[in-house]
């Protein structure tokens, strides 16, 4: 297993094949980690590419933090993975919140990023389907016991009475969601991560 000692975190993640081509990035979703988001899928990636899978604050192998979760931070976690592995630029393919990240990553650090996928992500909440988040704030840990994402969880996290406190913390990501809006025209790249975030007042459920 590898870590890489990132702002202040021990970021897990996992490299497999060995192309010799742009390197891939994996980013998982919510509640999820490399194997739930991305088991399946793996090995036809690995045939051709090499692919770093990575798990987020919290999530996973990787333990938590005196940190909220932010899709922010953890595109700031994950460009500095790459520094650690001396990746100059990545592909991305980012999964629900990982591709939140991934299109986080594409403004705030469009260097670093070749070419994006992403999967099940919309870039307003116009987007959303209607009523995906109605009663997110009810959700309680003891709802997903048995799932997958539970099931994976306590396989996997370095301290599995954590779960709690993990659905507490995306509760809170989900519950101040940012959307993106178009930079006005003549901004440049440096300045996209001013223009295109802003809080939205209709993100938390009623």
Known sequence: MS?????????????HGTGSGRPLVLIHGALSGIGTSFGTILPFLTKT??????????????PDIDRDLTVEDFAADVVALLDHLGIDRADVFGWSM????????????ADRVGRLVLASVCFTLDGMYPGLL????????????????????LRTAPDPAGFA???????????????FSRCRPGRTAR????CTRR???RSRPR
């Open 3 to 15: 870590y890489a000692p990132v702002n202040g975190l021990d970021l897990y993640y996992e490299e």
């Open 49 to 62: 590419r090499r692919v770093v899978a990575v798990e987020l604050q919290a999530h996973g192998h990787t």
């Open 98 to 109: 990982g591709a939140a990240v991934g299109l986080r990553l594409a403004t705030d650090h």
């Open 134 to 153: 109605d009663g997110i704030q009810d959700l309680r840990p003891e709802h997903l016991h048995g799932s997958e994402f539970h099931e994976e969880y």
């Open 165 to 179: 406190n993990l659905v507490a913390k995306v509760k809170r990501l989900d519950g101040d969601l940012l959307q």
């Open 191 to 194: 300045r996209t991560s001013r």
């Open 199 to 201: 809080p939205c007042r």
